[in-house]
């Protein structure tokens, strides 16, 4: 069991080591600085202006997962739906619950700011991860595309030079 709570804007120091175990974890040949990511938190991702709420999951003293989620705009209702963009439990504290502890958190959340949506991306060959989100009842939409413009594709198209 894990007590989760929401971080507050001077909790970002806090976090810098389960945030570069994430980072180790999604990209194993990066070299991930500790200067780096705590100037990374503090600077863009816990300020107000963000849009982003950090939740941290405690148990026996330290920090074992967090979420970082914001609500987006306009969903039909007069509603918001709440975007997962990143939840990791720390390796050595997985296949306890406490994923499943974390997500009931942010669904609760979510009912608390109204939202009628939970979304959230993942790893489409992680058979593990999609079991444990089917478990939950999520669905995976496929009506939909996920579309992105890389660092090249995105300058170029932010400085009005033709792509074709």
Known sequence: MMDITQCGPDEWADLVDIFSEM??????????AAEQMAKYLKERVFP???GTEIYKGMSDGRIVAFACVTILYPVPRYSGQMFIKELFVSQSARRQGLG?????FIAQRAQQKSCTHLDWLSVRDDKSVQSFY????AKVVEEVNYHRLDHHFLTQLASNQDAG
Do not use: D, F, T, V
């Open 134 to 137: 089917a478990s939950l009842g």
């Open 100 to 104: 499943r502890q974390m997500m009931q």
């Open 48 to 50: 107000a202006n963000s």
């Open 23 to 32: 980072e180790r974890y999604h990209h194993p040949q990066a070299i991930i």
